[in-house]
């Protein structure tokens, strides 16, 4: 699952620095923060985050948001519940978890097929489903980390796993270098 390539101590700022095997992965990388995978959030990878955080070790994963669902995400933030819960840790204060989603890949797929229909209305939504489906997944993330599973796990000191919103510059050379 995980190889250990180095044993540092936190005191000193520093932590275990891990990569994913490529099987889990499609590319391989690491941090000196924990667990980098850059993923397409497989089952297998899923279960792998799930295992490492258990572990006591830092997550960060990377997703790209799914067009039609956030089940990708909703997996990542169920797979940090339950690494946590399963960790058997009465302090999950240092365990900590980052979600990066790459934004702007969603509006470059989506204005393809609004072109393709063509019709006013259809084009009048182009650069907009990025950040659509991007709220969408914040309220995804509200709603996961409130609630009574929540709570419980705050009072062990857990933390929220982090949203990063990645690639977030727009692709199509027409809209503003800043779109709401």
């Known amino acids: 699952m995980a190889t250990q390539t ?36 497989t089952a297998e990878c899923v279960s792998s985050i799930k295992q490492v955080i258990s572990l006591g070790i830092r997550v960060n994963v990377t997703t790209r948001l799914n067009l039609f669902s956030n089940f990708p995400y909703e997996a990542v933030i ?15 204060s240092k365990l900590a978890s980052v979600a990066s989603f790459c934004v702007s890949r969603v509006d470059t797929l989506i204005d393809k097929m609004l072109e393709k229909i063509g019709t006013p209305e259809a084009l009048d939504l182009r650069g907009k489903a990025a950040i659509a489906q991007a709220t969408l997944a ?7 980390f409130s609630g009574p599973r929540w709570k419980a796990l705050v009072k062990k000191g857990a933390k929220k796993q982090r949203l990063l919103w990645a690639s977030t510059s727009v692709k199509n050379p027409v809209y503003p270098g800043t779109s709401m």
């Open 6 to 41: 180095s044993n540092r101590n936190e005191k000193e700022g520093m932590y275990i620095l891990t990569t994913i095997k490529d099987r889990l992965s499609n590319r391989r990388q690491s941090t000196n923060n924990g667990i980098s995978q850059s993923n397409r959030a």
């Open 78 to 92: 169920d797979a940090y519940l339950d690494g946590l819960e399963s960790s058997g840790l009465n302090d999950l």
């Open 138 to 144: 914040y309220k995804l993330y509200q709603k996961k």
